[in-house]
Every structure is written in structure tokens, then in C-alpha cells.
């Protein structure tokens, strides 16, 4: 069975040689170009990713562009950064297409070289905890890899099109009962800084939207 892949990509043209030459065979990444000024679409094309334009700003903007140019009845997403290897998808995907999970997230593990700033670290904790406390479902990280059933998150009706996407699918997910899980996936040196970790701004911003999903999200969950 094959599996999409949904790349979201802004100026990551230095990452997806590395990133689209280490997918997995059977995945098929689906780089969605959300306004990048360097040749990120151009270098994706040329390395045979399916690209998709998404001149909407906003991280959740552009994962929905991707799941819906998806064919595949498993879809997985993860950064282009380079910050985690794709041959660690079938980690996250595995248990969803054997029909044990319904969403599965990558906890990041830093590597040697990784640069997971504290601010980025602190703000990741406190977020994953009041999670917990909501669903009762037992994570520690709001990754960047997840893997779940196409049809069923189109069905949950995502309405967040910024950095609170994330967020608002594992809290809609665990409203309508799926079942979760999290596993280890390395978090490895990125390519570049990271447009959210790389700046306390950058940071706070996400923080800001996922403050708001929580808050719009309030009777969803267990908690």
C-alpha cells in the first residue's frame, strides 16, 4: 500500500535533496510550495516530488493543500527542513496501516548537532502537558511526523490554517475517539533556522495560535 507524504515547504531549496533522496520506497511526497522566493518548487519538481502551490501563508495552510491534493489512503506529514529523516516514516505510519493506530506522532529525540532551542523545548513541554490533562492521551510532543488515515482527517473538519494545525488535529482526533500513539523518531540538525524555533518570535507566534485552538477547542477531549 502506497503512502503520501505532505511536505509543507517554505525556502528549503538546501533540504530536499536530502530530504526527497532519503524517502522511502512506496511513499510518495507531495511538496506544497507555501511562497517560497528561492527555488524550492523547482529543485522538488526535478527530483520528482508532486508539487503543490499554496500562496496562502500559514503552516496549516499549507498541510491542508497537501492532504488534499492526497491520494493515498494513509497520509503522512513531517517538515522539509531536514530536521528528521524520512526513513523514519514507516515508524509512524506502520501502526496506522496495520490498523493499531489511528494517528501516530513522531516524539522528537534530539541528536548530537540538533538545535532544539530551550525556549522551543519549554514551550513544547508546557503545550504537550496541557494536552495530556484535555485528552487524557499520553504525549510528549506535538511533532512534526504524523501519520493517519486520509479520509478520516479530512472528516474532522480542520478549520486552523497557521501553526495551531497541529494541535487542533490531535484535539479533534481525541474528541472523536481515535486511537493515538507516539513514537521516537530522531531530531536531527536542520538545514538553515527554523521559521517558528529559530526566533523567540517565532516561537511565541506558535505558541499564540495554539493558545487559541486550545481555547476554541475547549469541549474537545476528555479533560
Given at each position: 500500500m502506497s503512502v503520501d507524504v505532505v511536505l509543507p515547504c517554505l525556502d528549503e531549496e538546501a533540504a530536499l535533496p536530502?530530504?526527497?533522496?532519503?524517502?522511502?520506497d512506496g511513499y510518495r511526497p507531495i511538496v506544497v510550495d507555501n511562497g517560497s522566493t528561492d527555488g524550492s518548487a523547482r529543485v522538488a519538481a526535478a527530483l520528482g516530488a508532486l508539487v503543490v502551490s499554496e500562496p496562502r501563508r500559514g503552516f496549516g495552510a499549507a498541510c491542508h493543500a497537501g492532504l488534499l491534493a492526497a491520494t493515498a489512503d494513509v497520509v503522512c506529514f513531517m517538515d522539509a527542513d531536514a530536521s528528521i529523516d524520512p526513513r523514519q516514516l514507516p515508524r509512524t505510519a506502520g501502526p496506522v496501516l496495520a490498523g493499531r493506530c489511528d494517528l501516530v506522532l513522531g516524539r522528537r529525540m534530539a541528536r548530537a548537532g540538533a538545535r532544539w532551542p530551550l525556549h522551543a523545548r519549554l514551550g513544547n513541554v508546557v503545550l504537550a502537558a496541557r494536552v495530556r490533562r484535555r485528552t487524557g492521551v499520553p504525549l510528549h510532543d506535538l511533532g512534526p511526523m504524523r501519520a493517519c488515515g486520509r479520509a478520516g482527517l479530512l472528516a474532522l473538519g480542520l478549520t486552523d490554517r497557521r501553526f495551531g494545525y497541529p494541535l487542533e488535529m490531535v484535539l479533534r482526533a481525541a474528541g472523536a475517539g481515535w486511537r493515538i500513539a507516539e513514537t521516537e523518531v530522531d531530531y536531527l540538525p536542520?538545514?538553515?533556522?527554523?521559521?517558528?524555533?529559530?526566533?523567540?518570535?517565532?516561537?511565541?507566534?506558535?505558541?499564540?495560535d495554539m493558545r487559541r485552538v486550545l481555547a476554541e477547542q475547549g469541549g474537545t477531549g476528555r479533560a
Open positions: 536530502w530530504v526527497l533522496g532519503r524517502m522511502p536542520r538545514a538553515g533556522r527554523s521559521k517558528v524555533t529559530g526566533t523567540v518570535r517565532g516561537t511565541l507566534r506558535a505558541l499564540a
